[in-house]
């Protein structure tokens, strides 16, 4: 192309100077028209220097030359110019399809979207257009431990020891029935339960300790504190034992899944929601806890204030006051604030004890009806207080379904069902349950009211 161009340049030049010197060979001592032969301001001679007639019919005759070899450097460019466009117009065709873009895009026949850089996915689009798409990655990833080198005992009979945050009040005895009707229904599970009286980690740790020693082929916990029953649930796994967390978790890496009864933004809605119902949208409420480091209370504490500062900014948490898992100081705690603040009116009960706690300070200080109570518990511990009108109703989920479901977790684990791939767990009589990378989700909160409590015995 380059040589092209420089014999066309060659060949339009000798024109142009041909015809230049026909034109002085033609050109009369006739001075050109002043408008004709001006030249430009930047090329005229000095005013003092006046021409002959003569000079001056050559200088008009140079500036009309230089004028026409500007013309015809343009013309000449522009025939580059067009020459060049065709030239590549001419094989376009044939380059096109041997470049390749920062995209990888073919125009008419190929294009690989933007999506393959992000996704993995790689769309093929136009003639003949093909698809070929990678498996989405899972929402959550997932982040539990392992047991180390647990021995394979799908489709076989196993041992399974359950330690909760501690044992003889009413919401555990109804996790470990469910845990027991699971286990008699798979027909291949021995469970059994023990834990401490009093909601003490440094209990539960002991107990777990005593029961690594017996190599059970799992170990199923509520935590007290997620953090301190961590390293004993990690000895646990190290030495193979499966571990499943229920109610309140451990650290994501002492456990390899944990049952979750309820999210816990839908916890934290539905306890404000209740609250908002009974004192409108501006007032005081306090709450009352179980410890101050258990974690499924912390959370719904924090979807509760998101929740709130979203929708019922006026509603003002005044106070926050651990009850350590024991119904009588939940009472007194109750009693303290409804004295150090006379304007409350709601108190938040965030465990099984909290609730009822509280609503029997509220009842015993004659404020049921100016004070609402709401909470987390079972129907048998509450189902008084919601008879009399003292507590409207209870949020919860069925603790039965909950343990019944951690059994499922556990035989499935073992078996080789379960695993960190998994989106979904087979729970038996619950059909099947979402699994969100190492949790399980047993589903929305329940509410219990006058209307339906009497349909539950737990």
Not at 32 to 48: I, R
Not at 442 to 455: K, R, V
């Amino acid at each position: 192309m380059q040589r092209r161009l420089g014999l066309l340049i060659s060949v339009l030049l000798i024109a142009v100077l041909a015809l230049a010197a026909c034109g002085r060979g033609r050109q009369q001592p006739t001075p050109a028209p002043a408008a004709a032969t001006e030249a430009p301001a930047a090329t005229e001679a000095p005013a003092a220097t006046e021409a002959p007639a003569a000079g001056e019919a050559v200088t008009t005759t140079e500036e009309t030359t230089a004028t026409e070899e500007v013309t015809a450097t343009e013309e000449v460019t522009a025939a580059e110019e067009t020459t060049a466009t065709e030239e590549v117009t001419a094989t376009e065709e044939a380059t096109a399809t041997e470049e390749v873009t920062g995209t990888e895009e073919v125009t008419g026949t190929e294009e690989v979207t933007a999506a393959e850089e992000v996704t993995g996915t790689e769309e093929v689009t136009g003639t003949g257009a093909t698809t070929e798409t990678a498996e989405a990655a899972p929402a959550v990833a997932y982040n539990g431990g392992a047991a180390v080198n647990a021995p394979d005992k799908a489709g076989q009979d196993i041992v399974v020891f359950d330690v909760p945050k501690l044992i003889g009040i009413d919401y555990f005895n109804a996790t470990g029935q469910g845990m027991q009707e699971a286990a008699d229904e798979l027909g291949n599970v021995t469970y059994t339960q023990d834990g401490p009286t009093e909601g003490r980690v440094d209990r539960q740790i002991e107990f777990i300790d005593n029961f690594i020693t017996q190599n059970p082929d799992a170990i199923v916990f509520a935590s007290n504190d997620p953090v301190a029953i961590s390293p004993v649930l990690e000895k646990a796994l190290a030495v193979g034992i499966h571990v499943v967390g229920y109610d309140a978790d451990a650290e994501p890496q002492a456990r390899e899944f944990f049952v979750n009864q309820a999210t816990f933004e839908a916890i934290g809605k539905a306890l404000i929601d209740s609250m908002v119902a009974q004192v409108g949208e501006e007032a005081q409420v306090a709450i009352v806890t179980s410890s101050l480091t258990a974690p499924n209370q912390n959370a719904w504490i924090e979807e509760m204030t998101k929740y709130r500062d979203a929708n019922y900014p006026g509603l003002e948490f005044v106070d926050t006051r651990p009850s350590e898992e024991d119904q009588n100081l939940a009472f007194q705690v109750t009693n303290d604030l409804l004295l150090a603040y006379p304007d409350l009116k709601g108190v938040f009960g965030l465990s099984s004890v909290a609730f009822p706690g509280a609503a029997e300070a509220v009842s015993q200080s004659g404020k049921c009806g100016q004070v609402a109570v709401v909470g987390l518990s079972t129907p048998n511990s509450m189902r008084q207080y919601v008879k009399d009108g003292c507590v409207k109703d209870v949020v919860l989920w069925n603790p039965v379904d909950l343990g019944y479901a951690t059994i499922y977790a556990v035989r499935a684990l073992v078996d080789g069902e379960l695993t960190p791939e998994s989106a979904t767990l087979n729970a038996g009589r619950l059909g099947e349950l979402k699994v969100q990378g190492s949790e399980i989700l047993l589903g929305d909160p329940f509410i219990y009211t006058a209307d339906n409590i009497d349909d539950f015995n737990f």
